[in-house]
């Protein structure tokens, strides 16, 4: 009995070295320190991680300093390297996918949560969430054989024909490019958006929705103007959490978005992103400034996807206390 | 929920038992690893298909990857060899931590590949107007500099699409060599080396990324190793060499690129044999090396290395010109049997 | 009624209609790609592709059998290094410790999480790929298994936590410890949850590419041991995709319809694991 509340009450910093190995000898303590050792394994992992990514991109930060974000030059011959093309390329693409996949992901979202009967609804999001299941390198394979003649022989020509006005959509169809790389991960991210934003819009208490119905609100008017708006923040970090997975996607966009380390206005141009030069030319980087730089543009990656992430958790963590406050 | 767990440890004892013997086995066969150049690997994985096949406890696993890939593994120590067909630089020799040797392997061409609606003929191409596609000066298929030299062609006024490698690449180094030499602008704009920062156009990985995407991509052109165009009947056009004349690349006018080299190779068997006197030679031809360090510890990798290397220079030879690469000249093979004990 | 009422009548219709039509081109896409693998695959793959290994280049014929069980080994090694240490640090989180470590260990699992594959690639190359001077099963392993760690943590933790307190207060009731407690009562009752993340972790790291390309590298052989770079399913669609040689498509198609159909199903498993009555622990 008095080890049991001991156990509960867990290993304590007494003063005394004889009763912390006595209670060293119950299983508790080891359990505990067991399960705490490899819970800040995860730490360490972390932190090895960033160190490793630091301590190797050292030559080009010391190099370059804060300029190589701004360098638009990725010359391997002369040692001279800039990582705004790719970051150019990474948020084009993202950009691109975003405009694509919220509406329909919201919208998909909107008729799952409000519109369609349970069976439905649940049946749905359990096939979307098999899409979100798909690896990375399918989607690549789908896209260089469907997407990409598409938009050549058809896609691009129509929108140059129709908006071709815009800088946007000139210039020659190559099938590859950053209008490929962006409607790929559209289709990547969307199960994303529907399934959290579909969870966010089902918490939403029923009286706000019956509300404005009883005030004479269709139901369109009700979803749209008090229940999505409830669940903005929700929404929001949806978007982020879809944004920060498009952010760090590799294999599909490097198979379809022509790899050329360039700042075009016009979205049918090849293009380049952080994820697909690393996969790319890593193995291969002669040179040690040539794979400091590239390591350094993996750092900036995942300060990048950091920042986004933390922003998606803040906003889920307000969206809780938020709804947790009105109950 | 013990008998899952019970049953969740037999499954992975089981799966680990089997992938054990397969290591007891593997005692039996030694795996040698390399990488490199997509330029040659037709034939090097031709060549270690049928070594495995006359020796079984042999492996030799070719990664084709990019000369410059090859080049910075071997100089990481990640691989046992290297291949590539832009001999490394002094720089690169002082990077490794040991000795790298070279030894040539085979001849082979770089092609203008292209794909042109409505074109099927074989294109005459002047320096001048390579260099000028590359660079982007050159815009249309039906620019004079390219209809100048081939009457009875009429190209269709669509913008060519430029197709180069996206990956550190000998094939490239011997293209901007060649290129470099024949054009002030180009050697000045763009250098030559393995990777360089191209004026224009898509990026494919490998040999076989660029293949793939002028095969898909109408109004492309770009350059490939003559084999792979071969291989995927993808047409390629003849280029202006030294003396005045169009020259197609096949085994001959490559084999007459080498001539002028092959009795004054020097002693490192580093090269160029881009733009070479000579009436009958194909002027973007290379030969293509593999990479050994001088000194490899395991003994067994290191009897097998010179053991291969040794077959490759006389049986080996036989099976690159079905491939449509050129035999090793003998002046240059009697050279490298030689120096084969140079590997300590 | 008012025009303004009509109008919004036929906003509301359309709108209403719009969100249904989203619905559904989310869905047939899932279905299209299924479809066209399928297809594409379905005429591809013969018991070749299952047997045999690669042929030289420009060849056609040979298969991928050495990527079937290159990626089983790199998901087996890499569930024993990853499902332990997510387990165990769940544990960890749902039954011991105060407020600020907690928390931090939850951030920090988040974090890595969050990082990009192809930076985890970065990182095992420059810890153990160029330490140990070679590429290798291994290498690719932990790089699999540290994708992992973060699922298996995250939803051990939940399920965990989803015990109701009445089961534990009753087993410490009757006098057992703590550690007996939870492994007597707390995670029996919930290791069909547990059960489900650890395969929904290794249905996302099956599918995994760019962590491969710079550890387990690939192999044109048989790779034994662990110490040797191995050929694995995603590394291999990728090297055929890209070729420009038509055999080489066909036998792309035929490993994504394969690595496909083992991550669909590994989901549908898992899932369907979950939903089974009696799996949620009740109180």
Redesign the interface.
Known sequence: MASASRAIRGPGLSGDPRAFLRRLQSGDEIAHLTTLLFGASVLFITGLLVYELWVNSALARHKFGWAFLWTRVWDPIFENFGALPFLYGTLITSAVALIIAVPLGLGAAIFLAELAPPWLSDSLTFVIDLLAAVPSVIYGLLAIFTIVPLLREYGEPFLRRTLGFLPLFQGPAFGVGFLAAGLVLSIMIVPFIISVSREVLLAVPTDQREAALALGATRWEATWKVVVPFARAGILASIFLALARALGETMAVTMVIGNNPQISASLFAPGYSIAAVIANEFTEATGDLYLHALIELGLVLFLLTFVLNGLARLLILLTAERGAALE | ?QR?TTLACLV?AV??AL??P??A??DE?I?V?G?GATFP??IY??W??EY?KAHSRV?I?????????????L?????DFGATDGPMSDE?LA?AKTKVLHFPTVLGAAVPTYNIPGVSAQLNFTPEALAGIFLGTITKWNDPAITGTNPGVKPPAN?I?VVHR???SGTTYIWTDYLSKVSDAWKNK?????????P???????N??V?????????SIGYVEL??AI??N?PYGRVRNSSGAFVKADLASVSAAAASVAKSMPDDFRVSITNPPGKAAYPISSFTWLLVPANVQDASKKAILKEFLHWMLTEGQKYAEP?AYGRLPHEVVDKELKAIAQIQ | MSLRRIWRKVVNGAMLSLTGVCALIAVSVLFLILGYLVWHGGRSVNWSFFTELQKPVGETGGGMANAIVGSAKLLLLASLIGVPIGFLGGVYLAEFGGRTFPFIVRYTTDLLNGVPSIVIGIFVYSLIVLRTRHFSTLAGSVALGLMMIPITLRSSEEFLRLVPRSLREGAMALGASKWKTILTVVIPAAYRGILTAVLLALARVAGETAPLLFTAFSNRFWSSGWNQPTASLPVMIFTYAIAPYEDWHRQAWAAGLVLLALVLATNLVARLVLMRPGSLPRS
């Not at chain 2, 100089?75 to 691989?79: C, D, L, P, Q, R």
């Not at chain 2, 293949?211 to 991509?217: C, S």
């Open positions: 929920m899952m992975v799966c680990l992938t054990s397969m290591g086995l593997g066969t795996l690893n990488a690997y037709p994985s031709k270690f298909d495995h492996q696993n070719y990664q084709s990857v990019g000369s410059g890939a090859g080049i910075r593994q100089i990481s120590g990640t691989v690169q990077q913008e699409v996206s990956d550190g763009v250098g030559k080396g393995t990777s360089v920062n191209w224009v156009g898509l990026g494919g990985k490998g076989e990324g293949a793939g995407l002028v095969k898909q991509t109408p109004n084999i792979y291989q995927n993808l491939l």
